[in-house]
């Protein structure tokens, strides 16, 4: 009976392993391949997604060293010699003209101030340089719409020229290749009105200074001048012009030949109007 009982029990023992463990068992090996077959698939399009972003990367890489190397060695290139702006003193002036018709008529370009600042990142070559004054009122690049780098501006009160403002100028026209050169005096100016009252204050005395000789006749007879400040800034700014020639025998030089262009612009600050008063 003992025997005989141990039989049943391993019988019923095997067929309840039989039944109970080996359907989980079949479903965990089918899951299990289910799950085998997802990872490898996910694995090889990751593989795939992998190489392709790596291709494209290098591809990437390889394509903008290129134009990298391309482009450091056009501008190097450019940039050992002195920049030119390629127009002539004629041609630069109708430019600057055409900016100021623009300015007059509220017709400004467009302009890219990104692509302006990466072409002139490491040279300039400005088609004009401007001498003006400091006064607020008077901006260049507005008055002549142009962009970064087209006008190579000099400003002190009075638009003096001094040492450093013909100092600034010379490096402009040598070096730079700049054809012309504008002496732009203004109305209403404080340090022409500085001039013709006589006035010593401080460092604006080496001011008044560099102006007086240049309107003595006005400082004389201004009871007699109706609108003397207009009449003392466009006389001021032709001294000007003459002192910036004198002052620089390479200014002089290329004047003289014809190389660059100096010409003398009034600015009606209450009007917003410019006029070419010495051409």
Request: proline share 3%; aromatic share 6%; hydrophobic share 35%.
């Amino acid at each position: 009976m003992v025997k005989s009982s141990g039989k049943l029990e391993s019988i019923a023992l095997a067929l309840f392993v039989t039944m109970f463990f080996s359907p989980v068992n079949n479903a965990f090996s089918l899951e299990s391949a289910k799950n085998n077959q997802t990872h490898a698939a996910t694995h090889d399009t990751s593989h795939a997604a992998s190489n392709a972003a790596s291709h494209e990367s290098s591809h990437k890489t390889a394509t903008t060293a290129a134009h990298g190397g391309s482009h450091a060695a056009t501008h190097g290139a450019s940039s050992s010699s002195h920049e030119v702006s390629g127009l002539s003193p004629e041609e630069s002036l109708e430019k600057l003209l055409a900016g100021y018709r623009r300015f007059q008529t509220d017709t400004a370009s467009q302009k890219d101030l990104k692509k302006a600042i990466s072409e002139t990142a490491n040279s300039q070559s400005p088609f004009a340089a401007i001498v003006t004054c400091s006064d607020s009122r008077v901006p260049p690049e507005l008055i002549f719409d142009a962009n970064i780098g087209e006008l190579f501006i000099v400003r002190v009160a009075g638009n003096v020229s001094e040492p450093y403002s013909v100092g600034s100028v010379e490096y402009a026209v040598e070096h730079l290749g700049t054809r012309l050169v504008v002496v732009l005096g203004h109305s209403k100016c404080g340090a022409v009105s500085a001039a013709l009252s006589k006035l010593r204050e401080g460092n604006i005395t080496y001011l008044v200074h560099k102006i007086e000789p240049g309107i003595k006749d006005i400082i004389k007879n201004q009871a007699q001048i109706q609108d003397k400040v207009t009449v003392a800034s466009k006389q001021n700014m032709k001294y000007q012009i003459m002192k910036l020639i004198e002052s620089s025998s390479a200014i002089e030089e290329k004047y003289k030949s014809g190389k660059i262009k100096i010409i003398g612009m009034y600015y009606d600050v209450a009007q917003g109007i410019m006029t070419i008063e010495n051409h």
